[in-house]
């Protein structure tokens, strides 16, 4: 099993943990990795609120890469996975879009490259059973909330490995983890993604919402599988309780952490220190 | 009692059609879009009254709204349009034209972050975050925000103080040269 890996500017730098833990992860459930070489920036959303052109072209570009080394691609931010996603679902079923992103980049592309978010491969390529019995240390009796967060469900047309509005694979990965996947309503709740730059007075408000809800349905954490969920839930923990209340400090893990201690990988291959709100490994 | 809004044929709904690709006229004012909005109770006008007005041809009162800057392209509302419009290709739409037109609001800090990422993925091929968010708080004038942040971030290796630049980084300024002439096509 093999795929070209695009990483995304995030997890070179805030989000270095899930770099870490997703290739610790990959590496141990013998899933290889080809990162793509020279990968640019797919645009985000600064892309795509700024020029249509610009936001079907760069993620083409990437793709172009990938096709060149005749893999599928995986992607683990969850912004990254839907950018390509949409340009990918654009320059199938819009020949001017495919058009113009091949003017752009210079290249043809017909839109054909796989591309899978790292939870999809995990949980529909691997296989559930594969992962149950690769568990070497199971995460017995933590409670977890699995947030979704917004882009790796939606729009369901594009993304489509999972239910749009009740999404269940961080759940079966945890539970495969040994550990208990709380229920709770705010699974797929936007956490404001990257208004945190410019309104983070609204980011705190949706980050005080989701983790109050998470601890009333008695989590003793969150995992996530998206960049911007990581930061703006971690980081701004205390600044939303100033502003909205007391909150009890909540770990906001990758559900690659998780995973790798519930395989038994070191604590230091999965970037466990990198967060706002520690984590020691046991109930919070 | 006066409409305070007049009915207004400028040809806005069909602007916003042929650049989002949707068909916002299918709006039925179901509010769907805006009761699941996360955003919504911090904007001035909300993505259902955006559509309404769209219908309108209020652009001075769409395009100068605080809303368009405040959506996160959660895609919620897309999701669950029961109309299928996309609703957050209409809040792209709406923000490429408002600075199409020089009509973004003074203090749309949306349009900066935008300009300043952008920036930093057409001179490293990748964003660099340090350098990105300088050039976001140059832009405006809000030097002091998260810098508490910072010096912990430095030190978990989270924030880098150089760009990891991409070797594609030609190529990718060609790629925001030839987008731009694109944009420009009629």
Redesign the interface.
């Known amino acids: 099993m093999k795929y070209a890996f695009f990483p995304g500017c995030s997890l070179e730098s805030t989000a270095r943990a899930f770099d870490l833990s997703t290739r610790a992860v990959c590496r141990a459930l013998g899933i290889a990795l080809e990162e793509i070489p020279d990968w640019a920036c797919c645009g985000s959303t600064p892309a795509h609120a700024s020029s249509d052109s610009l936001a079907v072209a760069l993620p083409a570009f990437n793709l172009q890469k990938a096709q060149a080394a005749g893999l599928p691609v995986m992607v683990a931010c969850a912004s990254c996975y839907a950018r390509l996603r949409t340009a990918n679902h654009r320059i199938r079923n819009n020949p001017e879009d495919r058009r113009r992103a091949e003017r752009i980049t210079g290249r043809p592309y017909d839109g054909g490259i796989e591309v899978r978010h790292v939870l999809d491969v995990l949980v529909n390529h691997l296989g559930m059973d594969e992962i149950r019995a690769r568990v070497s240390r199971p995460l017995g009796g933590l409670k977890v909330a699995c947030y979704y967060g917004c882009l790796l469900t939606r729009p369901p047309e594009i993304v489509a490995f999972d239910d749009a509005e009740h999404p269940t694979c961080m759940d079966e990965l945890v539970t495969a983890a040994g550990a208990t996947a709380v229920e709770w309503p705010f699974k797929t709740e936007c956490c404001g993604a990257s208004l945190s730059m410019t309104h983070s007075g609204v980011v705190g408000r949706l980050a005080h919402k989701l983790l109050s809800m998470a601890r009333s349905a008695g989590a003793d954490l969150l995992v996530v599988a998206c960049p911007l969920c990581q930061v703006n839930l971690d980081l701004r923990q205390a600044d939303a309780a100033k502003a909205h209340g007391a909150l009890r400090p909540t770990p906001v893990l990758y559900v690659t952490q998780l995973l790798g201690l519930a395989l038994g990988l070191p604590p230091e291959d999965l970037g466990l220190d990198a967060a706002a709100v520690g984590y020691a490994g046991g109930k919070s | 009692m006066t409409n305070p809004i007049p009915w207004n044929d400028s040809g806005l709904m069909e602007e916003v059609r042929q650049?989002s690709?949707t068909r916002v006229s299918a709006c039925f004012q179901c509010h769907k879009c805006s009761t699941g909005c996360?955003?919504g109770?911090?904007m001035d006008i909300l993505p259902s009254q955006i559509m309404r007005l769209v219908h309108l041809g209020a652009e001075n009162e769409v395009l100068g709204s605080h809303a368009i800057?405040?959506c996160?392209?959660?895609?919620?509302c897309?999701?669950r349009c029961p109309m299928a419009i996309?609703i957050a290709g209409v809040?792209?739409a709406l923000?490429?034209m408002a600075?199409d037109r020089g009509t973004v609001l003074p203090d749309a800090?949306?349009k900066?972050?935008?300009?300043s990422?952008?920036g930093s993925?057409r001179r490293h091929?990748?964003?660099y975050?340090v350098g990105m968010?300088a050039a976001?708080k140059m832009r405006t004038f809000d030097l002091f925000?998260?810098v508490d942040?910072v010096p912990?971030?430095l030190a978990?290796?989270?924030?880098?103080l150089l760009p990891?630049r991409?070797?594609?980084?030609k190529?990718?300024r060609?790629?925001?040269r030839?987008?731009?002439e694109?944009?420009r096509k009629p």
């Open positions: 650049r690709g996360p955003i109770p911090d800057w405040l996160a392209s959660c895609e919620a897309t999701t996309d809040m792209d923000r490429i600075v800090r949306g900066q972050f935008h300009r990422f952008l993925v091929g990748r964003v975050e968010m976001y925000s998260d942040k912990r971030m978990q290796g989270k924030l880098s990891n991409s070797d594609s980084v190529q990718v060609e790629i925001f030839r987008a731009k694109e944009d």
